[in-house]
């Protein structure tokens, strides 16, 4: 089954550093991956999806994140971080029917002062 | 505004009392789904609906029922609240098209005595 794991449930940066969330897939086929923001007291929304067009995927708010297949991971980076970039983040992937995501278990990001 | 909407957003029942939780989309998405978020675990599928009267189980579905007779209602329904299944729960759609990308409503947090 297609899975995700996200190494660290929380990441702690300071203001203007750079940022890097971790997320490793398990995939028996080409997956579709996606990196969803959860903000405090909100639902989530979409930062970025690879779907197999270009390696770098560029999202919102400054975000990106690059498939490596050599490295089965899918990590999220973005140069400098803001206080409003602190929030819960979920890395996912396609399940096998293709239609549901399977989701990590989320790293929330801490971004001090 | 193209949105899911979710409520109520914050309810605190008891043991054994029937409730539900209504979902609305506004974006004839055909396909919906429920997910409950708990610390640690990050979102897991509970049902989904791939259309009108279609209605499958996910990865945690008991303890709850569904149903899907419009397209765009996919109410939750629990018969018998128990504490565990106090969580924090997500409604979700997505179209047939396009590269997977589920929209989600802002969240309904349940609590049960």
């Known amino acids: 089954a297609q899975s995700v794991t996200q190494l660290g449930s929380h990441v702690s940066v300071s203001e203007g550093a750079l940022v890097l969330l971790r997320c490793n897939y398990s995939?028996?086929?080409?997956?579709?991956l996606f990196w969803y923001v959860q903000y405090p007291n909100q639902g989530l929304q979409l930062l970025l999806k690879?779907?197999?067009?270009?390696?770098l995927v560029k999202g919102i708010n400054g975000f990106e994140a690059e498939f490596k297949k050599s490295e089965t991971s899918f990590h999220l980076t973005k140069p400098s971080a803001h206080m409003s970039d602190a929030a819960e983040y979920f890395c996912?992937?396609?399940?096998?029917?293709?239609?549901?995501?399977?989701f990590g278990k989320g790293t929330s990001l801490l971004v001090t002062p | 505004e193209a949105q899911v909407t979710q409520n109520p957003r914050y309810l605190i029942t008891v043991t054994g009392k029937k409730l539900t939780v209504t979902c609305s989309q506004n974006?004839?998405?055909?396909?919906m789904s429920w997910y409950r978020q708990d610390p640690g675990l990050g979102l897991r599928q509970i049902y989904y609906?791939?259309?009108?009267?279609?209605?499958d189980k996910g990865d945690v579905p008991e303890g709850y029922k569904v149903s899907r007779k419009e397209k765009r209602n996919f109410p939750l329904i629990l018969e018998s609240p128990s504490p565990n299944q106090t969580s924090l729960y997500f409604c979700?759609?997505?179209?047939?098209?396009?590269?997977?990308?589920?929209?989600f409503g802002a969240g309904s947090r349940l609590t049960v005595l």
């Open positions: 979700a759609s997505r179209s047939y098209s396009g590269a997977n990308v589920l929209t």
């Open positions: 996912a992937v396609s399940s096998n029917s293709g239609y549901a995501l399977n």
């Open positions: 974006m004839n998405h055909e396909y």
């Open positions: 995939s028996s086929v080409p997956p579709y």
């Open positions: 690879y779907t197999s067009a270009a390696t």
């Open positions: 609906s791939m259309n009108v009267e279609v209605t």
